[in-house]
């Protein structure tokens, strides 16, 4: 068994509105800076491209209330009628091999995390502006025009409170995607650092 490394890995939050990339943002940043990426836990059904990009552990309901119930979850969240969860174990087991660990979650969990893990790095991603975000959403072709005016406006929402929260150390915003994954590596390696 390792011995526990005295300098924890970081905790790192990667927060936005669906369509701003956050999942790709996700993927290169696990790519580039040696960190872990965690598999969320859902009890929303499997979609035709879920192993073409994020990996979900797909889960009834009644077992997910369950391990939410055993406080197996480092932060959970409903999101358009499904639930949402980090599962804490791996999380928190690789954070205390000195590995950095990587969220990608909506605003609710983060708060969550905020509030539990008070020296985890949130960073919240914003769309260039809100046509280029209703562009990404209509692109993706697996929503309804009713589900991507519903996703529009709950995005807008988001932006609007994480611009008025305190809890967000940093606001990048995704207008180019090299550009956002360096500036978000150079926070990382910043923050790494001590900073």
């Known amino acids: ?14 927060v936005g509105p669906a369509g701003v990339g956050k999942s790709t943002i996700s993927r290169q940043l696990a790519e580039r800076m040696n960190v872990s990426y965690t598999v969320s836990a859902t009890t929303r059904p499997k979609l035709p491209g879920d192993d073409a990009g994020k990996t979900y552990d797909h889960v009834e309901k009644k077992q997910f209330f369950k391990r939410l119930d055993n406080d197996e979850f480092l932060e959970y969240a409903q999101v ?21 660990v990587l969220l990608e979650i909506d605003f609710q969990g983060a708060m969550q995390v905020r509030y539990h893990y008070p020296d985890a790095l949130l960073i919240f991603v914003l ?47 995704n207008d180019n995607l090299d550009g956002a994954v360096e500036e978000i590596s150079k926070i990382i390696r910043q923050k790494r650092a001590g900073i």
């Open 80 to 100: 358009y009628g499904d639930y949402y969860a980090t599962p804490k174990h791996p999380a928190l087991s690789t954070l205390t091999l000195g590995r950095d």
């Open 127 to 173: 769309p260039p502006d809100e046509q280029t975000l209703l562009q990404r959403l209509t692109d993706r072709g697996r929503d309804s025009a009713e589900d991507i005016q519903k996703r529009f406006r709950q995005a807008k929402r988001e932006i609007h409170m994480a611009k008025g929260s305190r809890a967000f150390d940093y606001m990048v915003i």
């Open 1 to 14: 068994m390792p011995a526990k490394n005295l300098h924890p890995g970081l905790l790192i939050v990667l």
